[in-house]
């Protein structure tokens, strides 16, 4: 397993930016998909964004397109979640997860394989709160 530790979460008014921090133990081998997965009171965890380690492919959710940018630091063995033009909607507690993937099509946030449970490593959270 991978180890995943999130820094960065906060309060903001709506309109602001958050940027969210995931330190990763170094692989022992293989390519994975890197995630952030979100969970709001009362709902179900969700996949917001996720990238591929093999190619550096992306996906997101369709709420968060166009307004969060997920990235890697390779030097700094950190997965990043820029997050713009934040919405009352985005408070949540965030975490960072991480699987091994064979392909990117294992990263893409819709269908089966997005599911939390696909996930086999997760970070602690880290809570976002976004106020109107």
């Known amino acids: 397993q991978v180890q995943l530790e999130e820094s960065g979460g906060g309060s903001v008014q709506a309109g602001g930016s958050l940027r969210l921090s995931c330190v990763h133990s170094?692989?022992?081998?293989?390519?994975?998909?890197m995630a952030w997965f979100r969970q709001a009171p009362g709902k179900e965890r969700e996949g917001v964004a996720s990238i591929y380690t093999g190619s550096g492919s992306t996906d997101y959710a369709d709420s968060v397109k166009g307004r969060f940018t997920v990235s890697r630091d390779n030097t700094k063995n950190t997965l990043e979640l820029q997050m713009d033009n934040l919405e009352p909607e985005d408070t949540a507690i965030y975490y960072c997860?991480?699987?091994?993937?064979?392909?990117?099509?294992?990263?893409?946030?819709?269908?089966?394989?997005?599911?939390?449970?696909?996930?086999?490593?997760w970070g602690q959270g880290t809570q976002v709160t976004v106020s109107s």
């Open positions: 170094t692989y022992t081998s293989g390519r994975y998909c």
């Open positions: 997860a991480a699987t091994p993937a064979g392909s990117g099509w294992w990263c893409r946030l819709q269908g089966p394989q997005a599911r939390p449970s696909e996930y086999s490593s």
